[in-house]
């Protein structure tokens, strides 16, 4: 089915390119409920990916699967009372997305509008595309794995990374990495970062919005000489803001 031939896909993209989808390494687990837009996007029972409540009605998440929306959470291996389980409505894809690391960014609009509370919350866009100096220190967070060989954890986890210069980022992934609409923060096997399941997940610099989750070495995203990716927000906010307003056709992800 599509789902089988997505994950297919997928795996066989990261073999050729040597990079993966992006948990958190390093870092600790976060307060329960202290981020209370953070999303777990699940196919079945599995978490797959992070996303970002950024409306009632809207989650921004990176370009994947057909997907349980999961509000409310710290431990997604319990049935908290915080939680509210939404299903998918419509995915709105980048219409610049296709299978490979550029573009991976998709909003989806959910059936039915969450309940805002103490544990689930919006975050507000970027107001413009301004450039996030180098060296800022950062907050990702996620539910993706602890290590790359080490399993997703169940509770959500948070780790403070460096912004990394932009041609340093251009050196090291060659073509794979773009300036104008991705972002990178420094590896580091002891500080740590994102690894996988932490797509979708947000960059917080000084408290705003500014990255999502994107891609790092595959089977080495502790690899110091590897940076993590992010897509800058702040590019795509014409294209977000042109969803959420419904101007523009819908591209199902299923």
Not at 81 to 87: G, V
Not at 117 to 146: H, Q, S, Y
Not at 183 to 210: A, V, Y
Request: charged share 20%; proline share 5%; with cysteine.
């Amino acid at each position: 089915n599509m789902i089988q031939f997505g994950i297919i896909f997928l795996l066989q993209l990261l073999h050729l390119t040597g990079a993966s989808e992006s948990g958190i390494v390093g870092g600790h687990d976060a307060k329960p409920h202290s981020r209370p837009y953070m999303v777990s996007l699940q196919v079945g029972p599995h978490q797959t990916c992070g996303g970002i409540l950024i409306r009632s009605d809207f989650v921004l998440t990176a370009a994947h699967y057909d997907l349980t929306v999961v509000l409310g959470a710290h431990d997604i291996t319990k049935n908290e009372n915080t939680q509210q389980r939404i299903s998918e409505g419509k995915c709105y894809k980048h219409p610049k997305y296709t299978g490979d690391f550029f573009y991976d960014i998709m909003l989806i609009k959910l059936k039915t509008n969450a309940t805002l509370n103490d544990f689930v919350k919006t975050i507000e866009l970027p107001k413009k595309n301004g450039k996030t100096r180098a060296n800022i220190k950062c907050i990702a967070a996620g539910w993706g794995r602890t290590g790359p060989s080490k399993p997703t954890s169940a509770v959500l986890r948070e780790v403070m990374v460096k912004v990394q210069f932009d041609n340093e980022c251009s050196y090291k992934w060659g073509h794979y990495f773009n300036s104008e609409h991705m972002m990178c923060t420094h590896s580091d096997k002891r500080k740590g970062g994102i690894c996988q399941g932490d797509s979708g997940g947000p960059l917080i610099c000084e408290e705003k919005l500014r990255g999502i989750s994107a891609y790092s070495k595959q089977c080495g995203c502790d690899d110091p000489k590897f940076p993590h990716v992010f897509m800058k927000i702040g590019f795509f906010l014409p294209w977000i803001k042109e969803v959420i307003l419904a101007r523009v056709p819908i591209l199902s992800v299923s």
